[in-house]
């Protein structure tokens, strides 16, 4: 079965600060997805991020970066220098070999700066 | 390029009434996905379409719940008669194969209120 888990459901910090997102998934697939998306008070989910199970290079894209490591099933989301536009829901997603298109959303972390 | 369309952005209707929801894929995707999204909860898949069949609908609520994709494009979700927890976030989604990167791209949503 697949499973994601996103323990931190609200964090809030003062604008500037660093920020950890985590997500950890559960899988039997070997080959597998990960995802992260942003869902601000729009409501239109933004995708930011596809990682595949055999890919575990920490990967960083402007304050963005993201450590995946197999050996504890997670998949963290750091946002460094927070800013208030970062305020939004973001979501852990994983889809497994046998339905690449079926993803499986973790419940979402709320975060909230503040200017 | 233009994003996926939903419409409308909100309803609310009374209880025992029916509802459709309109969504326009983005251009070129051939798979197109309906998501119910309740408050505070990530999305859960309702049904998802490759061109015009319909090749995963285990968790679509068959007895009031129907949904179509004429000519493989655009898509109509369809709930007669609605209940009052049938109140959510209502996403649309559409993704593409190429390149196999299987990435979702999500419309804004329409958000049911049943009363």
């Known amino acids: 079965a697949q499973k994601v888990t996103q323990a931190q459901t609200e964090i809030s910090v003062v604008e500037k600060e660093d920020v950890t997102l985590d997500c950890v998934y559960e899988?039997?697939?070997?080959?597998?997805?990960l995802f992260w998306y942003k869902q601000p008070p729009s409501g239109e989910l933004v995708f930011l991020i596809r990682?595949?199970?055999?890919?575990?290079q920490n990967e960083i894209s402007g304050r963005y970066s993201w450590n995946f490591q197999k050996s504890t099933s997670s998949f963290n989301f750091t946002i460094t220098a927070s800013q208030v536009v970062d305020s939004a829901v973001y979501f852990c997603?994983?889809?497994?070999?046998?339905?690449?298109?079926?993803?499986?959303f973790g419940s979402g972390t709320k975060l909230n700066v503040k200017p | 390029e233009a994003g996926v369309v939903q419409s409308p952005r909100y309803k609310i209707i009374e209880k025992k009434q029916p509802v459709a929801f309109w969504c326009n894929p983005i251009?070129?995707?051939?798979?197109l996905y309906w998501y119910r999204q309740n408050l505070g909860q990530g999305p859960e898949l309702l049904i998802r379409?490759?061109?015009?069949?319909?090749?995963?609908d285990s968790q679509l609520p068959k007895d009031r719940f129907s949904a179509e994709r004429l000519k493989g494009v655009d898509s109509t979700l369809k709930i007669q008669p609605a209940e009052l927890g049938d109140s959510a976030v209502y996403l649309c989604?559409?993704?593409?194969?190429?390149?196999?990167?299987?990435?979702?791209?999500f419309g804004p949503g329409t958000r049911l209120t049943v009363t």
């Open positions: 989604a559409s993704s593409s194969p190429i390149g196999q990167t299987y990435e979702q791209y």
């Open positions: 899988t039997r697939d070997t080959t597998y997805y």
């Open positions: 990682r595949n199970s055999f890919d575990e």
């Open positions: 997603a994983l889809s497994g070999t046998y339905n690449f298109n079926k993803f499986y």
């Open positions: 251009s070129g995707h051939n798979t």
């Open positions: 379409y490759e061109n015009e069949e319909a090749v995963d």
